[in-house]
């Protein structure tokens, strides 16, 4: 290109000239010279070089990415950059838009959408039921152990999409029994409760859309009100159907309370310490009788003797017999235990092989509650209002399921879970 703007220049002035060489006093003129209307005083333009640098073409820089996505499948990412250098001398650099390889390998399945079934009339989709899930799925494909993983997913997806049926049969009953004069008021309220809402968080409703994104990205108003509209409907309707059938009589308290009798009125415990040296080594047994007409300790003595945890020997519960009622116990050592006392060294007694000193190191006894102390009543009340809302909650759900549903509710499980299976766990 050099020669062809010479070979212009020369034809324009001189009308031939061998483009093979620079002209012999040619002078090196910058073009920003041209356009700025720069040129030296004593320039003559009649032949004009123009430097190799100002007309290369511009460099292409290309980055390739390969990534596995979560089915075994590898996506490529192409980013390209031209880079130019500008007639000032600047680099310029332009990004041109990514392109994405995501072609699927030969014979395999890749589900892109899939309707699942419908719950009362509405189309539930596996991409759009597995968006909010997709990142615990990801985490728990990732454990090698692959049998624990796929179990629990399997049991994640079959507990949400219960939760699911039974939270949309349980706002289509709600809304079926609000009475035709009572939509106006729903209405209302749902109005003063948007109101109340906008004020709380912030008084606009630009602010207020701003803050329930910021806690639950990509959620309107709109879709936040008729989520607070659904768990009222759906709270007051379980009320109303279960909450009385709830009751708890005096008579479950007392059963309760005797079924676990035992953790409320808890036996004591007490710990012995026991140091038995044998009688052959008569050095020793000197040696531990000397140490406590000295007014050592039993800890003291059991250190002494390196003897591990202190000298503990046993902890036992005393049942309501006492301590004969103890059924692994000879009478002579019952008759000893009743006559220990606390951090007082008995012994020594003498048996065949050994001479014996023990203490008792603590006891322990909790107090008792009784089933008239008023937290406890409480507790047990709510256990068995629990237990029975649980119960009933269920009942009712199997109510509802055959009342409203027509699909097989099921297949749709296993159809959603086999899905799952095939996306995230190639």
């Avoid at 009688?279 to 800890?299: C, E, I, L, M």
């Avoid at 102390?373 to 068995?384: E, K, V």
């Avoid at 509802?400 to 299976?421: G, Q």
Wanted: charged residues 25%.
């Amino acid at each position: 290109m050099r020669n062809a703007i010479q070979i212009i220049s020369v034809i324009f002035v001189a009308g031939c000239m061998s483009t093979d060489s620079t002209p012999k006093g040619a002078v090196e003129v910058n073009s920003m010279a041209f356009s700025q209307g720069n040129l030296p005083a004593d320039v003559n333009p009649s032949i004009v070089q123009i430097p190799d640098a100002d007309l290369e073409p511009p460099k292409v820089e290309t980055d390739d990415a390969t990534m596995d996505v979560a089915n075994g499948n590898q996506v490529s990412t192409q980013k390209t950059e031209v880079v130019s250098t500008a007639p000032d001398g600047t680099t310029m650099t332009q990004k041109l838009p990514e392109k994405i390889d995501a072609q699927l390998p030969v014979n395999q399945k890749w589900p892109v959408d899939s309707l699942v079934g419908q719950v009362n009339g509405k189309p539930l989709y596996a991409s759009e039921f597995l968006k909010t899930r997709e990142d615990r799925i990801i985490t728990i494909a990732a454990d090698p152990d692959r049998v624990k993983a796929r179990n629990q997913v399997v049991q994640m997806i079959s507990e949400a999409f219960d939760q699911y049926v039974n939270n949309l049969l349980i706002i289509s009953e709600a809304e079926a029994m609000i009475p035709a004069d009572a939509q106006e008021g729903v209405l209302a309220w749902l109005k003063d409760l948007q109101e109340k809402e906008i004020a709380t968080r912030g008084g606009s409703r630009a602010d207020a859309q701003r803050s329930i994104e910021e806690e639950f990205p990509g959620t309107t108003i709109e879709e936040f009100m008729n989520r607070q509209k659904n768990q009222a409907l759906a709270g007051d309707l379980l009320n109303r159907r279960i909450r009385p059938r709830t009751i708890v009589s005096w008579r479950d308290v007392e059963r309760l309370y005797d079924q676990n009798s035992a953790t409320y009125n808890p036996l004591p415990t007490i710990r012995i310490g026991r140091i038995a040296v044998l009688k052959s080594n008569q050095t020793q047994v000197d040696q531990v009788k000397a140490s406590f007409a000295q007014g050592k300790s039993f800890s003291q003595v059991a250190a002494d003797l390196k003897i591990s945890d202190g000298g503990f020997w046993r902890e036992m519960t005393i049942p309501k017999g006492g301590i004969d009622a103890i059924p692994d116990l000879v009478d002579d050592m019952k008759t000893r235990i009743k006559g220990l006392e606390l951090n007082k060294v008995d012994g020594p007694i003498e048996t065949k092989t050994q001479v014996v000193w023990m203490t008792l190191i603590s006891t322990q006894q909790e107090k008792a509650r009784s089933i008239f102390d008023p937290p406890l009543q409480m507790q047990l009340r709510r256990q068995i209002e629990n237990q029975r809302y649980g119960m009933e909650q269920q009942r009712y759900y199997t109510n509802l399921r055959t009342r409203w549903v027509a699909s097989d509710l099921e297949a749709m499980k296993l159809r959603l879970v086999s899905i799952t299976l095939t996306r995230y766990f190639r």
